[in-house]
């Protein structure tokens, strides 16, 4: 545990003591992050690439989730971006869905280029819990799929279906109800409850359709974006070799940044805190300097 704990936020929701574990998690996820990446950089192996991604896609989304839990409000981090259906559920698929068992079928509906006006993290999120919701009521195999329809001229609507044993009989509202899962079994329930939360933040809702005995349906009423921008093509040409100097306590973070950048061809010098880097570095020049806050010294 770090000596100098972060501070609570403005809004009280965390103890210090939460707070220095989500902090200190965070770090990790932050090396995982790199070094992943970093693997991504190097492989031509496309099975691996797909694994490296999808750990990229968790770690990311999990740093996404402690900064929401730490503010206490709506995914400011998340980005603004408009999110593609169809290539946020395929990631969503990556994260969570057994591919490798046939007897798991996958059908995405959605078409090419229809996005929703939210962040692609928020979607992503709630599109694993209800594949993950699924997976656990069809545990012998099944089918899932996702296909949206327009409604209106600002709004569509995303189903998300399977085909197995479907949702308690009675009232659909009843699995969002905390302690109430969709299984119908006793558990915490806090998954759907906390999707829909999660949505209704950025103007969007949940519901589950009635149980029709051919499995369970959940709706998600979602703003319509603008439209899938074309993407700004990466650059091939290498880095200018900058002079960049890392100061971080943190060991793990501090060789990740070090090596990442190594990598990308810049010369690095790493410090690990405030002191070191006056007493090692007095004398030196740099083009870039990425300093963790809260350093000790």
Not at 106 to 129: D, F, H, K, Y
Not at 176 to 187: A, I, R, T
């Amino acid at each position: 545990m770090k000596d100098q704990n972060p501070a609570p936020d403005a809004e009280g929701d965390l103890s210090l003591d939460t707070a220095a574990v989500a902090h200190d998690v965070n770090q990790m996820l932050a090396v995982i992050t790199g070094r992943a990446g970093l693997l991504l950089k190097r492989t031509d192996d496309p099975e691996l690439a797909r694994h490296l991604q999808a750990i990229l896609l968790a770690s990311g989304d999990a740093a996404t989730m402690l900064r929401r839990l730490r503010s206490g409000a709506g995914d400011e981090a998340a980005g603004s971006d408009d999110a593609a259906l169809r290539d946020v559920a395929e990631q969503a698929r990556q994260l969570v869905w057994p591919e490798a068992n046939s007897a798991y079928q996958w059908e995405n509906q959605l078409a090419a280029g229809v996005t929703a006006a939210m962040p692609a993290q928020i979607l992503r999120e709630v599109l694993a819990n209800l594949l993950l919701n699924a997976l656990t009521a069809m545990p012998e195999g099944g089918r899932m799929t996702l296909s949206a329809v327009p409604d209106g001229e600002d709004r569509l609507l995303l189903k998300v279906a399977d085909n197995g044993p479907g949702l308690p009989d009675g009232d659909p509202e009843q699995v969002f109800v905390p302690g109430v899962s969709s299984s119908g079994q006793k558990g915490r329930g806090l998954g759907l409850a906390g999707c829909r939360r999660l949505l209704a933040s950025v103007g969007a809702h949940l519901r589950a359709e009635p149980n029709t005995g051919a499995g369970a349906v959940f709706v998600l009423d979602l703003p319509v974006g603008n439209g899938v921008k074309e993407a700004a093509l990466e650059s091939e040409a290498p880095l200018t070799a900058l002079k960049v100097l890392v100061v971080d306590d943190e060991a793990g973070v501090r060789e990740m940044l070090h090596d990442v950048l190594v990598e990308w061809g810049c010369e690095v010098q790493t410090c690990r805190d405030g002191r070191a880097t006056l007493a090692e570095y007095a004398t030196g020049s740099a083009e870039l300097a990425l300093i963790d806050l809260n350093l000790p010294g």
